[in-house]
């Protein structure tokens, strides 16, 4: 009996192994356990030129150090989601880009958009990829280009958010706990009576999004307590998703089906050029998270910054004497001050007088710009857009 | 009769035209209607920093179209004073600069500063030059970087100015009729009850010189009818102008006298080195004009400007609809208006939200500066001198 018993206690032990050894080489069957990254960056960054242009939009410029914003995003979670696992979604003109800036993601996890149909296709088309290797993975979407000063907190938040997700019906949102009632920002509003707690942390079930409200609305946000900033930052199963998608947004819905058969064939390229075409061009937030009722939110305070302008540069960034953010090799002062200047070409750039402006050269332009005129950058990108002779400084 | 009469008349032909010719290469001669020029070319140019450079000041840039303001200043006089009669005191450095831009002028005619010591040295040796050439001879002093936008009336008050100085007696200013309480000239009050007329013109005698005005002070000399700016242009006798010197700047006066026997001679050159030495540092206007007594001014009006800051430039150059003066290839402008904007290099120069700024890209250099501060710019070349490392942008 002993032996019997010490030969089924081995067969346990092999079976043992064996089913681990099926989870880790097993995707389909290790889901529960599984998180997917998927990184939005596809935006073309209009706001930061001229630093960034057309060819190098914002998320893949080192605004803050010596990794790019795409980088920095892919190292924040490489703990709790290894590069395998990383998908990206940009501009098929930027492919080539994200593969060399991320080697260690798989090719096979880079997609290029053959058109920009904003944010709903995306998350589609990411939730029916992964959703084919990993029918029950969660995935937790994150924008390329926004700056997260405490990670390790971030990471706390995102596990939150996906232990909540678990569930397998609720989309789960991050909320930044707002510091001033910006106007820039999109709004989240929680209930403040339905609340979790998941991994130590509180998740709020949300009332409603509220779009970029006026200076008065968002002081009567702040001041109400219960509304946070939408960080754009989303975690969810994709069957969850795709489910909604199938009730908000059918039409998408559709080209998810019609892609799915397609995935690993060789017609999987053109299945998702037809996917893009047959699209309608709609943001996640306004297409599902304002629609779907089982919406939840984790609150948070991770240093977060959208990066949305070059006044978010200048606050980032350590200041002279005189509040003036000086990322240039030379320049010379004259009763000027708060202001950010930046350029590489040994120009010595002198300012008179000057106050709360970006002063900003790069090698085909010069920028002088008030701070905080984001919208102002984005009026010249649209100029530069419509005029054939100055198409080549965007 | 005949015979001899005819001969009589053809000898006095002869004797007539020996006469002339006399006249004509004998300056000694014929000075009492010579009228020099001495062009004052040695300003370093701080405020129209960086366009201009040590090595390249404002009076040798082309700031308002093809010929630099040095060769528009000669250009102007022409028909009054030919090249030949032209003396251009400059700094040694620009010595070759000058004959490079007037070619037409005499070599001996230029003369190089081993120091600058400000006008009253150089307006000293530029009169015992031509005092040496010319015993009678009225000089005409001008400096080199100013822009008058009505030739031909300038030259009618210099020959009003000519006509008064011809009594050898008397030093003549220009006088620029204002045309607003300016504080960045200086003035001069004339006597209503003096007046004289030459050449159809009216001549005042000066009561006093006055500095630069506080703006209250210089509405007071608006609305008092009888003040004048000071143009910094002179008209005077050589012999006039160098016994003033006796009275007034005796140390001055002194060194002209050890210069004047070493003129011609091959000890010229070391001389004129020894006069700038010994000189004092001081200007004409603060040695001589305020303490002589015999001082007169001719009024007028023609296009003067002495272009002291880059609003000038801004202000004498044609707009578009938003009040921008745009000297540069390429540009786009979002909400900014009353701005001056030169570059030559290509970039793009964009703006966004700025007003009544210049912005002047150079290859060394790029100035963003309040359009009226010249004081600013004048600091900002100040600690350019200062540090070692950015003199190199000078």
Redesign the interface.
């Known amino acids: 009996m002993r032996q019997h018993g010490s030969w089924a206690k081995s067969f346990s032990l092999l079976a043992h192994f064996w089913l681990i050894s099926s989870l880790i080489h097993h995707p389909k069957l290790h889901s529960q356990f599984m998180l997917h990254a998927v990184i939005m960056a596809g935006g073309s960054g209009t706001r930061f030129?001229?630093r960034s242009t057309e060819a190098h939009p914002k998320q893949f410029l080192n605004i803050f150090g010596d990794r790019t914003m795409l980088q920095s995003t892919v190292d924040r979670i490489k703990n709790l989601i290894p590069s395998e696992r990383v998908w990206v979604i940009t501009n098929q003109r930027y492919v080539d880009l994200v593969q060399e800036q991320l080697p260690d993601v798989p090719a096979g996890n880079i997609v290029g958009e053959p058109i920009a149909k904003n944010t709903a296709p995306c998350v589609a088309l990411a939730a029916t990829l992964i959703q084919d290797q990993d029918p029950d993975a969660t995935m937790v979407v994150l924008p390329a280009d926004h700056l997260v000063g405490e990670p390790s907190t971030f990471i706390s938040i995102l596990q939150t958010a996906a232990a909540k997700a678990a569930d397998g019906q609720t989309l789960v949102t991050i909320g930044i706990k707002p510091s001033h009632p910006e106007t820039g920002y999109g709004y989240i509003e929680f209930n403040e009576e339905i609340s979790e707690t998941h991994k130590g942390r509180e998740v709020k079930k949300v009332n409603q999004f509220r779009e970029k409200p006026d200076l008065e609305t968002a002081k009567e946000f702040i001041d109400s307590g219960n509304f946070l900033w939408n960080s754009g930052m989303f975690v969810w199963k994709t069957s969850a998703i795709i489910k909604e998608f199938e009730l908000h947004l059918p039409d998408i819905h559709e080209q998810i089906e019609d892609l799915q058969p397609t995935i690993g064939s060789e017609d999987q390229e053109e299945a998702i050029s037809t996917f893009y075409h047959g699209c309608t061009s709609i943001s996640i937030d306004y297409g599902i998270m304002e629609q779907a009722q089982n919406v939840f939110v984790v609150p948070g305070s991770f240093g977060w910054n959208d990066v949305g302008s070059w006044k978010a540069v200048y606050d980032l960034r350590s200041k002279d004497e005189h509040g003036n953010v000086i990322l240039s090799d030379?320049s010379?002062l004259?009763?000027s001050s708060n202001n950010l200047i930046q350029?590489e070409s040994g120009?010595?750039?002198?300012?008179?007088?000057?106050d709360n402006?970006a002063?900003v050269?790069t090698?085909?332009?010069?920028?002088?710009?008030?701070l905080d005129?984001s919208q102002?950058?984005k009026?010249?990108v649209n100029?530069?857009r419509k005029?054939d002779?100055?198409k080549k400084?965007l």
């Open positions: 030129w001229p030379t010379t004259a009763d350029s120009k010595l750039i002198a300012l008179v007088g000057v402006m002063i050269e090698d085909k332009a010069i920028l002088v710009c008030e005129n102002g950058v009026k010249v100029q530069l005029d002779k100055l400084y």
